[in-house]
């Protein structure tokens, strides 16, 4: 497949994200380690065929730092609960394979979403369908539907504080009506689980004449 023609420009946020990525990969954040980044990203970027990622042109520092909070937080938590969990249960502990709708088809918002559940200890990405934009989250101590619905609950809450950090307009718009209406966005538990039910309307009645 021949790559289309970009600008360097437009590949440069996608570039720079790389090069940070290759050091979190590394556990080194150095200056040279990211050059090294920088490097390979850019002969990845511009040889091989990916898709550009364009910025939503806004950026709330607030919102960013709610979710930085929230992030080290969970860290810090989740390595304490994997921990006793590995001394309590050890092999006998279920684990769980949750499939989480985003909200956004953004291809920046999916990666930043998916990378900040998988940093959590005791979760991790195993697969992203971009088509459908859902997320397949191995998550540890899931022992029954309850469990894992709070942990699809948590993670859309990840994902709509990314949104209203740096998220596009739209997506933006749908967080904010949810924040409204109170409720989160995706299917109920009941529609997940009858995937082939037809929707069920009101009776109507007999037009006049």
Request: hydrophobic share 50%; charged share 20%.
């Amino acid at each position: 497949m021949r790559r289309p023609k970009t600008p360097l420009m437009l590949d440069l946020p996608l570039i720079l994200f790389l090069g940070v990525f290759w050091m979190a990969v590394w556990q080194s954040f150095e200056i040279g380690t990211f050059l090294i980044g920088l490097v390979y990203a850019t002969i990845l970027v511009r040889v091989f065929y990916l898709p550009p990622l364009r910025g939503t042109g806004r950026v709330n520092l607030f919102w960013g730092a709610v979710f930085l909070v929230r992030f080290l937080s969970k860290m810090v938590l989740a390595s304490f609960q994997v921990s006793w969990l590995a001394v309590v249960k050890g092999p006998r502990i279920r684990n769980s394979i949750i499939a989480i709708q985003l909200r956004s088809h953004d291809d920046l918002m999916i990666t930043l979403t998916g990378h900040a559940l998988a940093l959590v200890p005791g979760s991790l990405v195993i697969d992203v369908d971009r088509t459908t934009a859902t997320l397949y989250l191995h998550a540890l101590n899931v022992t029954d539907d309850h469990a894992a619905e709070r942990i699809r609950q948590d993670a859309l809450r990840t994902e709509a504080l990314l949104i209203r950090t740096a998220g596009s307009r739209s997506d933006l718009a749908v967080v904010k009506a949810e924040t409204r209406l109170g409720r989160v966005a995706g299917l109920s538990k009941t529609q997940r689980d009858t995937p082939f039910a037809a929707p069920t309307s009101e009776p109507r009645g007999e037009e006049t004449q």
